[in-house]
């Protein structure tokens, strides 16, 4: 430790070697301490930038938010939800998931990478579960569409507090799948929670068919949407 500049020892080198020896590790500890440092630096540096745009953006929110008469219910609902989409932003982008190299794989390999991605999701609707279950005599066409489907109809919808996904006596275009929150589908006066995992409206797959409820968040919600 005296030997990196931490404390004082008594001992000295006497000959050439131990005097070599000394002075490399002298250069060794500048530069672990000058490396440390400056990486310690940058990292704060950049955490203080990723939050004081933050504070940006929110002040700029705010600020036109109250320019433009926005009631204070409404106001709390979209700050609430915004931070929560901001938040989970630097997520995805803190996990990798942003990649810009997969914007050069093959048409293929992506469709195939999309369908780990929500081949979860895919699971819950029969038929496509019977097709990914039939695995000794499953047709090179079949892989092809399921990929496919994965990569150009399936994708995530982040939802407020309050926002309603369908209304009664819409025309259905999506299947959905409940990820996580909580969500009720409204008929008449019946209120149902519907459970992570359960679909809804998968008969609009199928054929033409129009919603007879009404699909409402109670929380902050994740639907994955099959059109």
């Not at 000794?136 to 569409?145: D, G, I, S, T």
């Not at 609009?204 to 059109?227: A, K, M, P, Q, Y």
Request: charged share 20%.
């Amino acid at each position: 430790l005296a030997q990196l500049g931490v404390g004082v020892v008594d001992i000295e080198p006497v000959n050439t070697f131990e005097r070599i020896f000394c002075i490399v590790v002298v250069f060794a500890s500048l530069i672990t301490f000058s490396t440390l440092v400056s990486t310690i630096t940058s990292l704060m540096s950049n955490l203080q930038k990723v939050k004081n745009d933050e504070i940006q953006h929110f002040r700029t929110l705010k600020r036109f938010l109250r320019r433009n008469n926005i009631p204070a219910k409404l106001r709390k609902r979209v700050t609430q939800f915004l931070q929560y989409a901001y938040s989970l932003n630097c997520e995805v982008s803190s996990n990798g998931e942003k990649v810009e190299l997969l914007n050069l794989l093959s048409k293929p390999l992506r469709a195939e990478l999309e369908f780990e991605r929500y081949q979860h999701y895919l699971r819950q609707i029969p038929i496509l579960k019977h097709l990914l279950e039939k695995s000794w005599n499953r047709q090179l066409f079949e892989v092809q569409a399921i990929h496919k489907l994965a990569m150009q109809a399936v994708r995530f919808l982040y939802l407020a507090p309050g926002d309603t996904v369908f209304c009664a006596g819409s025309v259905a275009d999506a299947c959905y799948v409940i990820s996580e929150g909580d969500v009720s589908y409204l008929q008449g006066r019946d209120r149902t929670y519907v459970l992570a995992d359960a679909r809804i409206a998968e008969m609009c797959l199928w054929t033409t068919w129009l919603h007879v409820g009404d699909l409402v968040c109670d929380s902050i919600s994740c639907v994955v949407s099959l059109e």
